[in-house]
């Protein structure tokens, strides 16, 4: 395995130690014990400390986190969490975190590239998958049918409006021909 890492000297590191979270809803407090507990995990592999960084869980729509680099913010799907509490704790928040490391440790770099898998792997061996597999269906936005010779083919409700404002037309992948509404 590629080493990014240098020395594997471990030093106590205490910045996440000394950091509190503290939020109402038990779930959201579970997720900000886990940020703490990956950054303390980091700091000790990587013997570097880090600065915490601010959490929210006002992520909508399909995505289960983000990582938002320059403002070291992670921000969390309330609702997926809901439905998905352990797959949060075991891949969606070191996965979110792996991102803020690997932009703190090398700068602007390919977002699921060599460096963020080399975290994901040394420090969490976790395999560095770069999509979640949860069930999406309460979040999923409402969409569209249009037709194509291939057959349906369902827009989101974004896509849709731009087709109604005039502002683009949608081909099909496979056949090109222009999408009909249904």
């Given at each position: 395995?590629?080493?990014?890492?240098?020395?594997?000297?471990?030093?106590?590191?205490?910045?996440?130690?000394?950091a509190?979270?503290?939020?109402e809803?038990?779930?959201?407090?579970?997720i900000?014990?886990?940020?703490?507990?990956?950054?303390?995990?980091?700091?000790?592999?990587?013997?570097?400390?880090?600065s915490?960084?601010?959490?929210?869980?006002?992520?909508?729509?399909?995505?289960?986190?983000?990582?938002?680099l320059?403002?070291?913010?992670?921000?969390?799907?309330?609702t997926?969490?809901?439905?998905?509490?352990?797959?949060?704790i075991?891949?969606?928040?070191?996965?979110?975190i792996?991102?803020?490391?690997?932009?703190?440790l090398?700068?602007?770099?390919?977002?699921?590239?060599?460096e963020?898998q080399a975290?994901?792997?040394?420090?969490y061996?976790l395999?560095?998958?770069t999509?979640?597999?949860l069930?999406?269906?309460?979040?999923?936005g409402k969409?569209f049918?249009?037709?194509?010779?291939?057959?349906?083919?369902?827009?989101?409700?974004?896509?849709?409006?731009?087709?109604?404002r005039?502002?683009?037309?949608?081909?099909?992948?496979?056949?090109k021909?222009?999408?009909?509404?249904?």
């Open positions: 395995m590629l080493n990014l890492f240098g020395s594997k000297t471990r030093t106590k590191a205490s910045s996440a130690e000394q509190q979270y503290e939020f809803d038990e779930r959201h407090q579970q900000a014990e886990q940020v703490s507990e990956c950054y303390r995990q980091a700091e000790v592999y990587l013997n570097r400390a880090f915490l960084p601010e959490i929210n869980f006002k992520l909508r729509g399909k995505s289960a986190g983000t990582a938002h320059q403002l070291n913010l992670l921000r969390f799907n309330s997926l969490l809901a439905e998905n509490h352990q797959a949060f075991d891949q969606v928040v070191p996965h979110e792996c991102h803020l490391l690997a932009y703190q090398y700068g602007r770099v390919k977002p699921h590239g060599k963020w975290l994901m792997i040394e420090i061996q395999e560095p998958a999509t979640h597999t069930n999406i269906g309460s979040v999923a969409t049918d249009y037709l194509c010779d291939c057959g349906n083919v369902s827009l989101s409700i974004r896509r849709h409006n731009k087709v109604v005039g502002d683009t037309q949608y081909r099909c992948r496979r056949c021909q222009e999408l009909k509404r249904a």
